[in-house]
C-alpha cells in the first residue's frame, strides 16, 4: 500500500502563498495522475489540481489561476504552489490519486488556515 505523506501548511494572511509538499512510498506515484484534495470543517473532500504522469494539469474553477501543481518523478513528490491565498482556502489539504481507488492510503493531510 502507498504511503502518503503531506507537508508545508501552516497561518497565513490573506493574500499570502505557501507551497504544500506530497511525497509518496511506492512505484505507483510515476504512472498515475495525482491530485491535490481539500476538506474544510462541515464540507466534503474537494479535488482541487491534477496532473498527470505527462504533466497536463487541470485546476477547480475555485483555484484556477492561484494555485500550481508540479510534480518531481524522481522525487515521487507531488507540489501545490498556493499564491494569493482567501481565508475561504481554510482546510486540510491531502494529496492523492486520481481517482481515489484505495492503492494509496489518504495521509493525515496538512493543514491550512488563512486569517482575514
Known amino acids: 500500500q502507498v504511503q502518503l505523506v503531506e507537508s508545508g501548511g501552516g497561518l497565513v494572511q490573506t493574500g499570502g502563498s505557501l507551497r504544500l509538499s506530497c511525497a509518496a512510498s511506492?512505484?505507483?506515484?510515476?504512472?498515475?495522475?495525482m491530485g491535490w484534495y481539500r476538506q474544510a470543517p462541515g464540507k466534503t473532500r474537494e479535488l482541487l489540481a491534477r496532473?498527470?504522469?505527462?504533466?497536463?494539469?487541470r485546476y477547480s474553477d475555485s483555484v484556477k489561476g492561484r494555485f500550481t501543481i508540479s510534480r518531481d518523478n524522481a522525487k515521487n513528490t507531488v507540489y501545490l504552489q498556493m499564491d494569493n491565498l482567501k481565508p475561504e482556502d481554510t482546510a486540510v489539504y491531502y494529496c492523492?490519486?486520481?481517482?481515489?481507488?484505495?492503492?494509496?492510503?489518504w495521509g493525515q493531510g496538512t493543514q491550512v488556515t488563512v486569517s482575514s
Open positions: 496532473i498527470s504522469p505527462y504533466f497536463i494539469t
Open positions: 492523492n490519486t486520481v481517482p481515489v481507488d484505495g492503492r494509496a492510503d
Open positions: 511506492g512505484s505507483i506515484f510515476r504512472i498515475n495522475t
